[in-house]
Structure formats: C-alpha cells, structure tokens
C-alpha cells in the first residue's frame, strides 16, 4: 500500500474571522495558501511548483479549467454531493427535494474539462426523509462523502480505482442561475409541493445561498421558513386565503388543504413571533396574500 502526504492545501479566505481549515494545517505543520483565484496564473504557478501526483477537490465551488488540470499527473478527483450524472451542478440537495425525489447521493469521481462529467470512482445512494431539509440533507452527504472516501482513498492513491463513464443519457445540471420558482411561493401548490419548497430552501445550520421562500402581503414581503401540513381536502376558501391565526401558526388555504406558517421573517429576514408578524402585517382570518385572487380567476 502506497502512503501519501499532502504537499498544499488552498482554501478561500474566510469571508468573517479565522479560516479554521488554514488554522488546523498551521498547526500540523501542512503547507497551505488562502485564494479565491484558484484558476489565475500565479496560482496555477504554485499547483505546478509543488507538482503534485494528485489533487483533490472538496467542498469546491470554482470550476478547475484546463491549465490546472494539466499539472496532477494522476489526474484530479472531486466530491460531488449528488448521485452524478444527476443533479450535477451546483445546490443538488435543494433540487432532490423539490422535485419529490425519495432518494439522494454522493459521489466521487475524477474531473475532466466538462462539469461534474468526469469518470465515476464511486457512489453511495441513501433514501430522502420526509422532513429532511436542504442544510440537513447536505450535512447528510458530506458525512456519506467522508466515510465513502475512507474506503477507497487507498485505490486513488495506488491507481487501482475504478473509471466508470457516466451515461449521460439520463444527466441534469442546475447552475448558479437556477433557483426554484425564482424564490416565491405559490399558495396554489399542494401542501406536499409546498412543504418540499420550504424544505428545499432551508439551510440550517448552514449559510443560504440560495434564495429564501418569499410571499408578499400588501405589497410588502415576507418570509417563511417553516411549515406544518394542517389539513388535507380543499376548503371554501381560495388558495392564499389566511384561514386562522393561532399563537404558534398561520393557516393558509393551499390547492388541496390548510397550511400553518410556523416561523416566518419580515420583509428584513428579522425573525417575529406569529402574533407580532400578524400585527405587523394587518393579517386577519379572510385576508388574501398578494397575488392570490388574479391567480385564482386565470386558473
């Protein structure tokens, strides 16, 4: 069995405070450089002085282009948080759970010119929870991705992994630009289309950058960041029509049943009490969120 040390680490400065990656390779003694110009000359100058056999690229989101893949002899190997050649691109946990998908996950595999399109190493697939999050599901992955790696770093290591083409046929990508209906809520959704939305684009414990759900009323928006499913059958009322205000909730009138906001932000994604967002928002039981009457008579 080969054994490998790691000649640079390089990592992007941290955006607030200490980079705990560039603190915990001071301390071992590992060589590392914050940039956030990962494909610029001087920086693939420093790839080619350390001449690395190997290069690994986690928890990476600039795409390496052709003059820094060049320089690893073995090649370059990338974590992927999605079962490739789905969901490649960029925020596939979020994009698995809006689409109602009951399974996710993770995959190593080599980079070539293209995006997320390399040789496949390995994968490990696990089933979606019916209250998993965005943030929740992808600490789920990174997890699966650490133990994956255990089993088979030795092979990268020795040149015996597997190369495995993708078959493209089915293949999905979401880039930067893709957001999930633009960030908004629509109140004509189910209650399952609404929750997998809410679901999709919270990020607990970790930083969104996506978007947050948002809805309007009065012209002034608002944002949601959890939901309950109340009641399922479709009531009297038109979808986006508040049902009832209760201490911990907001029903709503969705396509096929009643859905309580429990945890919403003002229009400054300062988080309110129910009763004082109610206040603030002049919500009683009867009002429509904005939007919702025009949408009914088109539907």
Request: aromatic residues 8%; contains cysteine; proline residues 6%.
């Given at each position: 069995q080969q054994h490998a040390s790691i000649g640079l680490v390089v990592t992007e400065p941290a955006s607030a405070g200490k980079n705990i990656l560039t603190d915990y390779c001071r301390r071992a003694g590992?060589?590392?450089?914050?940039t956030n110009r990962l494909n610029q000359p001087e920086a693939v100058d420093l790839f080619r002085r350390t001449a690395p056999d190997l290069l690994f690229s986690i928890n990476n989101f600039k795409i390496i282009k052709e003059p820094l893949l060049a320089i690893p002899a073995d090649g370059t190997v990338n974590f992927h948080n999605g079962p490739l050649p789905r969901y490649g691109g960029v925020n596939p946990c979020s994009w698995a759970i809006v689409n109602g998908e009951v399974e996710h996950g993770v995959t190593w595999h080599y980079v070539d010119v293209g995006i997320d399109t390399g040789e496949i190493i390995a994968q490990s697939r696990f089933p979606i929870g019916a209250r998993d999050t965005a943030g929740g599901l992808t600490v789920r992955c990174i997890l699966e991705g650490v133990r994956l790696f255990g089993d088979i770093v030795s092979?990268?290591?020795?040149?015996?992994?597997?190369?495995?083409?993708?078959?493209?046929?089915n293949a999905s990508y979401y880039s930067l630009k893709d957001v999930p209906n633009q960030g908004v809520i629509d109140f004509s959704w189910t209650l399952a289309e609404l929750d997998r939305f809410v679901r999709a684009l919270s990020f607990y414990p970790l930083k969104n950058t996506l978007?947050?759900?948002?809805?309007?009323?009065?012209?002034?928006?608002?944002?949601?960041?959890?939901?309950?499913?109340?009641?399922?059958?479709?009531?009297?009322?038109?979808?986006?029509?508040?049902?009832?205000?209760?201490?911990?909730?907001i029903d709503v009138q969705?396509?096929?049943?009643?859905?309580?906001?429990?945890?919403?932000?003002?229009?400054?994604?300062?988080?309110?009490?129910?009763?004082?967002?109610?206040?603030?928002?002049?919500?009683?039981?009867?009002?429509?969120?904005?939007?919702?009457?025009?949408?009914?008579?088109?539907?």
């Open positions: 590992i060589p590392v450089v914050e092979q990268i290591v020795d040149g015996t992994a597997p190369r495995i083409p993708q078959d493209r046929t978007a947050y759900p948002k809805a309007t009323c009065r012209s002034r928006t608002f944002y949601v960041e959890r939901v309950v499913p109340v009641v399922s059958g479709k009531l009297a009322a038109s979808w986006g029509t508040v049902v009832e205000i209760w201490p911990d909730r969705v396509a096929d049943g009643v859905v309580g906001l429990t945890s919403v932000l003002d229009d400054e994604r300062r988080t309110m009490k129910i009763v004082d967002f109610a206040s603030s928002y002049g919500l009683a039981a009867g009002t429509l969120f904005d939007g919702a009457a025009v949408l009914q008579e088109t539907m």
